[in-house]
């Protein structure tokens, strides 16, 4: 059984910074891609971010700039520097990974954590 667990959420203002982090833990023989999602009120879960396992990224265009994913392959854990928040950046945030096991890929979903942008 594989489990993802976030931390790194909070309260933060307009154009402050938070850091994401989501660590695997399980029966992993590897992980492939590796990304951020979020989830507003009302909205349809999007693509934030995202990390192969040899360090190519993927950005959503909204947080191209302002946002960076980044990976330690060796503690199976990716994380996410949120820089220039804006109020419209407020979420739950999901991590997301592809897990081989044996010989197989799965896709696991942390359990999310909010972030919210407010002054």
């Known amino acids: 059984q594989v489990q993802l667990v976030e931390s790194g959420g909070g309260l933060v203002q307009p154009g402050g910074s938070l850091r994401l982090s989501c660590a695997a833990s399980?029966?992993?023989?590897?992980?492939?891609?590796m990304g951020w999602y979020r989830q507003a009120p009302g909205k349809q879960r999007e693509l934030v971010a995202e990390i192969t396992s040899d360090g190519r990224t993927n950005y959503a265009a909204s947080v191209k700039g302002r946002f960076t994913i980044s990976r330690d392959n060796a503690k199976n854990t990716v994380y996410l520097q949120m820089n220039s928040l804006k109020p419209e950046d407020t979420a739950v945030y999901y991590c997301?990974?592809?897990?081989?096991?044996?010989?197989?890929?799965?896709?696991?979903w942390g359990q999310g954590t909010q972030v919210t942008v407010s002054s």
């Open positions: 997301n990974a592809d897990v081989r096991i044996l010989v197989s890929y799965t896709d696991y």
């Open positions: 399980g029966t992993i023989f590897g992980i492939n891609t």
